[in-house]
C-alpha cells in the first residue's frame, strides 16, 4: 500500500520551460511534505519542504504547492536548468516527526538545453 | 566530517553469506536512520536511531537485519544470510534533531547486490 505515490515516473522539460512535479498521498495523519532531489550515485539531497498549515513555499526558482482536500503537492521549477536534471522525490512525515519519512518512487526530470 | 560518509560503496556478496554497511554520520547528529531503494522503487524506511533512546526497528524487513549504533555516532547495518531480494542501495542519513523541519542528509549509499 503505497502512501505517497509519484505517478510519473519521468518528466522532459526544455530549458527555460517550468516543470511540474507531482505526488499525491492517501494518508490525511501526513503534515508535513519534502521533496528531495537525487543526482546517480549521491544520497538525495533535501531541496524544499512544506507544512500542511499553508498552501504553498517558494524558494527561489522551486516552488511546492498543497492541496490538502485533494492529498496533492506538485513542485513547480521555473525557469527549467539543465542541472535540475535528477530524481525528484516526494516524502510526507505525520507530527512533523523525522521519525520516519514515506517516501515515494521518484520522477526522473530530465531538463532538455 | 563535513557529510555522512558510507562504506563500502558498492558490495557484491553471494547468497547466504552475512553483510557489514558502515555509516558515519555528521558530527553532532543525534539521529540516524538507515533507509533502502529497491530498483523502481522509492525510498524504504528501516531503522531510526535518536540519542540513547531504544531504536525505532519498525521497518526492518526480517530478522535476518540488524542495526546498532556505537557511542552515538557510527551505526552499522548487518544483514545475514544475505537473499536475492536483498539487492538494493542502502541509503545512511542524520539530523540534529527529531523534527523534520529541513529534512536530514543523506550520504552516497551503498550498493548492496546479492548474487
Known amino acids: 500500500d503505497q502512501q505517497v505515490k509519484q505517478n510519473s515516473p519521468s518528466l522532459s522539460v526544455q530549458e527555460g520551460r517550468i516543470s511540474i512535479l507531482n505526488c499525491d498521498y492517501t494518508?490525511?495523519?501526513?503534515?508535513?511534505f519534502l521533496w528531495y532531489k537525487k543526482y546517480p550515485a549521491e544520497g538525495p539531497t533535501f531541496l524544499i519542504s512544506?507544512?500542511?498549515?499553508?498552501d504553498k513555499n517558494e524558494d527561489g526558482r522551486f516552488t511546492v504547492f498543497l492541496n490538502k482536500s485533494a492529498k496533492h503537492l506538485s513542485l513547480h521549477i521555473v525557469p527549467s536548468q539543465p542541472g535540475d536534471s535528477a530524481v525528484y522525490f516526494c516524502?510526507?512525515?505525520?507530527?512533523?516527526?523525522?521519525?520516519?519519512?514515506?517516501f515515494g518512487s521518484g520522477t526522473q526530470l530530465t531538463v532538455l538545453p | 566530517g563535513a557529510g555522512v560518509s558510507q562504506s563500502p560503496s558498492n558490495k557484491v556478496t553471494e547468497k547466504g553469506k552475512d553483510v557489514e554497511l558502515r555509516c558515519d554520520p555528521i558530527s553532532g547528529h543525534t539521529a540516524l536512520y538507515w533507509y533502502r531503494q529497491s530498483l523502481g522503487q522509492g525510498l524504504e524506511f528501516l531503522i531510526y536511531?535518536?540519542?540513547?533512546?531504544?531504536?525505532?526497528k519498525s521497518g526492518l524487513p526480517s530478522d535476518r537485519f540488524s542495526a546498532e549504533r556505537t557511542g552515538g555516532s557510527v551505526s552499522t547495518l548487518t544483514i545475514q544470510r544475505t537473499q536475492q531480494e536483498d539487492s538494493a542501495v542502502y541509503l545512511c542519513?542524520?539530523?540534529?534533531?527529531?523534527?523534520?523541519?529541513?529534512?536530514?542528509?543523506f550520504g552516497s549509499g551503498t550498493r548492496l547486490t546479492v548474487v
Open positions: 516524502a510526507a512525515s505525520a507530527s512533523g516527526s523525522a521519525r520516519q519519512l514515506t
Open positions: 542519513a542524520s539530523s540534529a534533531s527529531s523534527v523534520v523541519d529541513y529534512g536530514y542528509t
Open positions: 512544506i507544512s500542511s498549515i499553508k
Open positions: 494518508n490525511s495523519m501526513f503534515d508535513y
Open positions: 536511531f535518536q540519542g540513547n533512546s531504544a531504536p525505532d
